[in-house]
């Protein structure tokens, strides 16, 4: 079955920092576009950033510098590295497989869910 | 590139036809998505390339349009169809959404 599972949510602090994770099943990351996908309570879907199959990788504006994804091709897991945590950063995070036909994203984590806060 | 989606909530009755217009600041060719998304719940690709169905999604959704202008139609709603529903621009990074129409039952 092709699935994503995404790991690593939790409460922090603003300026920590936190690993998120997404183990792959019934495909291959390294073979795909991945992204992150973000929700903010009550609001819409932000992309926040993607690795290409040949590795190029690409942020939204509002994480570049700060975030990092990168994946572990053994594992087939696909990781976002998020550092200097603020409050507006606070949301649910999806892992999604871009598919082959216009880069539909056709496969999607449950979702793990980030939360900034003194 | 930005996204902008109309309108931002729908009201409808269960057996109607509804359709949402979605216009990109710059031409995207067809490179034009469409999910659907319930609360707590991932989002689900519908529509990929404008017009390309999604399998296993049932053929009263339809999307049209290449170029900066696309909709997405849905024929003759069930229950299982008030949701929320984004467009997203899948030609260049960064990737970007529509911010979302809420169609919900009148």
């Not at chain 2, 949701?83 to 979302?100: E, I």
């Amino acid at each position: 079955e092709v699935q994503l599972v995404e790991s690593g949510g939790g409460l922090v602090q603003p300026g920590g920092s936190l690993r998120l994770s997404c183990a792959a099943s019934g495909f291959t990351v390294s073979n795909n576009y991945m992204s992150w996908v973000r929700q903010a309570p009550g609001k819409g879907l932000e992309w926040v950033s993607m690795i290409y199959d040949g590795g190029n990788t690409y942020y939204a504006d509002s994480v570049k510098g700060r975030f990092t994804i990168s994946r572990h091709n053994s594992k087939n897991t696909m990781y976002l590295q998020m550092n200097s945590l603020g409050v507006e950063d606070t949301a649910e995070y999806f892992c999604a497989r871009e598919g082959k036909f216009y880069h539909g994203m056709d496969v999607w984590g449950q979702g793990t869910t980030v939360t900034v806060s003194s | 590139i930005q996204m902008t989606q109309s309108p931002s909530s729908l009201s409808a009755l269960v057996g109607d036809r509804v359709t949402i217009t979605c216009r990109a600041s710059q031409t995207i060719r067809n490179y034009l998505n469409w999910y659907q998304q319930k609360p707590g719940e991932a989002p689900k690709l519908l529509i990929y390339g404008a017009s390309g169905l999604q399998g296993g999604v049932p053929s009263r959704y339809s999307g049209r349009g290449s170029g900066t202008d696309f909709t997405l139609t849905i024929n003759s709603l069930q229950p299982e169809d008030f949701a929320t529903y984004y467009c997203q621009q899948s030609y260049s990074t960064p990737r970007t959404f529509g911010q979302g129409t809420k169609l919900e039952i009148k």
